[in-house]
DNA sequence: TTTATTTGCTAACGAGCGTTAGCTTTTGTA
DNA sequence: TACAAAAGCTAACGCTCGTTAGCAAATAAA
């Protein structure tokens, strides 16, 4: 690993556990054990490692999903490997996963609209499968957006406590939330 | 309203779009048309505001949920009425809400360990619900922490849209949420 | 061994931060 | 009208911030 993307990773947890804001280039190098001033032998600037993390997270997303829209079967089962592949890509770095989903606010013009951008098309890609349902008349909602939303915001707080070493593993986590979302509380 | 009151009002939309550590108490001045110093003429302290917002709103939900507690009807009923409360809260201060759910990592201790406190105890009470409706068989689902766990973050992200002026009341969106959650898209 | 590259340090810059002291103006009350 | 309270202003404090320039050490390649 770089040296550059030992500072990406040490900026992540630190950008995730205080916010953006809060993290000084002070506490970064502190955390690294060199000096503020030496970080620029490697970076731009600090909203430069900002920009890295949170458009790295949004292509794995997307390459994640990539591979559940071309699978051709049916709705349900579509939403269950979107879901797979969601939580997978937020397991496997949860405090990337983190700063992608709350410290994104921070990027300025353009990076900020370009990030709005990605994150719009892949809402969309979720309602997609979710309209989907609907027509075939798998899912009894009417709502797609409404859902989506919802749906969504149910996956992306575990990347505040999921623990690799937990009993649960990605794709048992998948599953269960596959099942709550799908079956609901009373049909699980 | 007093002035003292403003300042927490103007206060509290910065702090949800920019974020605590973003915004400055120049900002907030400005917005009130006043300078910066004259702030303190009503306030003590930058963290001041927020631990009025913070703890307010947790005050709010905790009202509303001891009217649920003490009614007398079946786990999925009285999860319904949770549901409904703690979404009536959100939507009648979505500002207000969106700080005490996102920024309260800025409060110092001993605040910040008071307000865990009081977050944890509110979080119990939804688990007790669902641990109800497990033990009568109502809810087939067995890990009630993940359960609700889910349930709270599937209706938190419900202030970075809600717009009093939609066509959904409060609890038109409750009824929604409920109804997937309970019977889930399949059944809905 | 020479040379180039990477990595790091020191010291400082200009700017912005939260906050305060002391004073003036406005407002409400008797 | 007189007076007290509320509200606001100006100017500055001590501090921290992100960042830069210039230089030195370590590392790797030739």
């Not at 969309?124 to 609907?134: D, N």
């Not at 957006?145 to 690799?164: A, D, E, G, I, Q």
Request: proline letters at 3%.
């Amino acid at each position: 690993m770089s040296r550059k993307e030992q500072i990406d990773q040490v900026a992540t947890t630190l950008f995730k556990s205080r916010g953006f804001a809060a993290t000084t280039m002070r506490d970064l190098a502190l955390e690294l054990g060199i000096e503020a001033g030496s970080l620029y032998s490697h970076i731009k600037s600090k909203e430069d490692i900002l920009q890295r993390v949170c458009f790295r997270m949004a292509d794995e997303f997307n390459a994640a999903f990539d591979e559940v829209k071309s699978q051709d079967v049916p709705a349900g089962e579509k939403l269950r490997l979107a879901i797979a592949a969601h939580v997978r890509v937020l397991t496997k770095n949860p405090p990337a996963a983190g700063v992608f989903l709350n410290e994104w606010r921070h990027l300025s013009e353009p990076s900020l609209s370009q990030f709005n951008g990605m994150r719009h098309a892949y809402e969309e890609s979720f309602r997609e499968i979710v309209r989907e349902g609907i027509a075939t008349g798998e899912f009894k909602v009417n709502d797609e957006k409404f859902v989506v939303l919802t749906l969504l915001s149910s996956l992306n707080w575990l990347h505040m406590w999921y623990k690799p070493e937990g009993k649960m593993s990605p794709d048992d986590i998948a599953e269960f939330l596959s099942n709550l979302l799908l079956n609901g509380l009373k049909n699980f």
